[in-house]
């Protein structure tokens, strides 16, 4: 059983992933709270295996071709701990995405909140935002029109924004969403 | 002119005269670099006194003492000798860790995390010692003041550099001035200074003791992510780039000395030997190339099959180099003469990312991906031993001087200590 990512490759590889892209390349942030499927997100998009996955304790990176775009995805654990350590991974960031469990109706407000500090970060300012409404196979899924309402997702003026349904362990919706993503790259300075 | 002490120096072996002229108390260095557990010692005693002028008769017997025991040094080690066991296990930092470093002694060990922290650690107890906090972001480099080691230098993704009192745990200095990450940062020798390298495609040169910034290296075409001071003077800067270039530099001007470009793709480390005479590079493009540092040429390029060269070292006495290769295999070779392999290193199932000498030399010590490290004979090539027990990646690695303690860093956020 592996409980990781398997391409980490060492600290040399944090750089190489660090640097300021060339045009075909982006790096995308995958955020959200704990257990909202962020790395079986992470894993379906480099088609691996989604049987076992562990709660992140720090991130993961992979490298996914699409639509002939290089997109460099950085998973970043959700735990309340380590959130206050997203910040670490704001800077050159061209696309946010974020993953919220809709089935978890608890911790909608939650996730609310964290996403709207997010948005307010100077570094993540003007970033596209990508939503993906997980876990809709579940019989207590709220629709991701719903979600949308619940994230206040109308009221961003400063970003495009989309929504996208989803269920991360068997696929569906993700290539969808990715497709917006290919499409809503930022012009680059 | 009058002799008052040796001193010894172990690892490069080599013997410092202590003497009076006129008054003033001086010191001069002789590297005994070839020494060797081969080595007759009566005939390196020879050649000294017919040399040194302060060597006389009387304290010939001394010297000899001194030699025999520097050459045990060496012997103490190798296939033969120790083998090392999990002495303790760190459990480090929340977020991942980054680099690891030893202060001389190897009885404190510091660490850098995700987590904007940098810990310094008793290797002894396995206890944290302190917690140097004040970054903004991830700490990525560390590194003591060798060989005091009262000080360190912590450079970070918040684009600046901190120097921090051992003692206290406070910072003593921010450096600030670069526009991206910093991924390098070293105290030059005599520690007067402090060097960083960034992702801004500069590095960086400040004094250590006021934080004021000395110098800016402009010339990389792209992110420098190696840098390493000559190991004597601490004159010279060489810095390693994602441009494919290696770049000399002398702190004493703001201009580039020389460029040494050969590489065909992104430089992954570039190191000095310890007299400086040759810098050994490698390379993304497969391939790890040593260089004459006067004639400022490539004097040897020698290349892994279809594998990146992740790392690359010189023994301690600067005559030996060691690849590590994404293959997974480790290469050593002769670096002075003619360039040749000595001896190939293979079991890592996976890349591997580190690797460094014992300070005496008879030993290569691997960090790979496949989460053991290892312990190879430098000049057979055998596994001596196999350090498991990480559950993840194993990405850093280190001795300590004397060479009886071994550090591990792997993903899965803990530190090994083996003895």
Redesign the interface.
């Known amino acids: 059983m592996r409980?990781?990512v398997p391409n980490?490759?060492?600290?040399?590889n944090i750089?190489?992933k660090?640097?300021?892209h060339p045009e075909k390349e982006l790096r995308l942030l995958l955020l959200g709270l704990d257990n909202a499927g962020k790395t079986t997100l992470l894993k379906q998009l480099a088609s691996e295996d989604v049987t076992h996955v562990t709660p992140t304790?720090?991130?993961n990176i992979k490298s996914v071709l699409s639509n002939g775009f290089k997109l460099n995805v950085w998973d970043i654990g959700g735990q309340r701990?380590?959130r206050p350590?997203w910040?670490?991974y704001f800077?050159n960031t061209d696309i946010l995405i974020y993953v919220v469990d809709c089935s978890d109706h608890q911790r909608l407000e939650e996730t609310s909140l964290e996403l709207a500090e997010l948005l307010q970060d100077d570094k993540l300012r003007g970033v596209p935002l990508l939503v993906y409404a997980n876990k809709q196979d579940l019989a207590t899924a709220l629709p991701a029109s719903e979600v949308a309402q619940d994230l206040g997702l109308h009221l961003i003026r400063d970003r495009t924004w989309q929504i996208q349904a989803c269920v991360a362990t068997d696929g569906t919706g993700v290539k969808e969403g990715m497709e917006w993503v290919c499409k809503n790259i930022p012009v680059k300075k | 002119m009058k002799l008052l002490k040796f001193h010894l120096r172990y690892h490069p072996p080599g013997i410092i005269l202590e003497y009076t002229k006129k008054g003033i108390v001086k010191s001069k260095d002789i590297d005994l670099l070839e020494l060797n557990c081969n080595s007759d010692v009566k005939q390196i005693a020879d050649n000294l006194q017919q040399k040194e002028a302060l060597i006389t008769d009387e304290v010939r017997e001394q010297l000899e003492q001194c030699l025999v025991t520097l050459k045990k040094r060496i012997e103490h080690e190798g296939p033969t000798g120790k083998r090392f066991y999990i002495y303790k296990t760190l459990v480090t930092h929340l977020l991942p860790l980054t680099n690891v470093a030893f202060d001389k002694a190897g009885s404190r060990c510091i660490t850098g995390s995700y987590d904007r922290t940098c810990k310094v650690w008793d290797v002894e107890t396995g206890g944290e010692l302190k917690t140097l906090s004040g970054h903004q972001n991830v700490v990525y480099s560390v590194g003591f003041n060798y060989p005091i080691c009262n000080l360190v230098v912590t450079g970070s993704f918040d684009k600046s550099a901190r120097i921090w009192r051992m003692d206290t745990g406070e910072c003593v200095s921010t450096l600030w001035g670069h526009s991206a990450e910093i991924v390098a940062a070293q105290f030059a020798p005599r520690g007067a200074h402090v060097a960083t390298a960034s992702m801004d495609h500069t590095a960086k040169l400040y004094d250590a003791l006021t934080g004021t910034e000395v110098h800016t290296y402009i010339g990389h075409s792209a992110e420098v992510i190696a840098l390493q001071f000559d190991p004597t003077e601490g004159q010279r800067l060489i810095t390693g780039s994602f441009d494919g270039t290696i770049c000399m530099w002398d702190t004493r001007i703001k201009e580039r000395v020389a460029v040494l470009s050969g590489h065909t793709a992104e430089i992954s480390n570039a190191q000095y030997n310890w007299d400086s005479s040759l810098v050994g590079s490698a390379s993304l493009d497969g391939s790890a190339k040593l260089w004459d540092t006067r004639e400022r040429t490539c004097i040897a390029t020698v290349t892994a099959a279809a594998a990146e060269v992740l790392d690359v070292c010189f023994d301690w006495a600067g005559r030996r180099l060691a690849t590590a290769g994404s293959d997974g295999t480790a290469r050593v070779y002769e670096a002075l003469a003619d360039c040749r392999e000595l001896a190939t290193m293979q079991g890592h199932r996976e890349e591997i990312s580190k690797v460094c000498f014992s300070p005496a030399g008879g030993c290569l010590l691997t960090a790979s991906a496949d989460k053991t490290a290892r312990i190879w004979n430098a000049s057979t090539g055998n596994c001596v031993q196999v350090l498991s027990g990480h559950q993840g990646e194993i990405f850093s690695c280190a001795f300590s001087y004397a060479g009886d303690t071994v550090v591990t860093a792997s993903k899965d956020n803990t530190c090994r200590i083996w003895r």
């Open positions: 409980t990781h980490f490759q060492g600290l040399l750089l190489r660090l640097r300021s304790a720090g991130f701990k380590i350590y910040r670490n800077e």
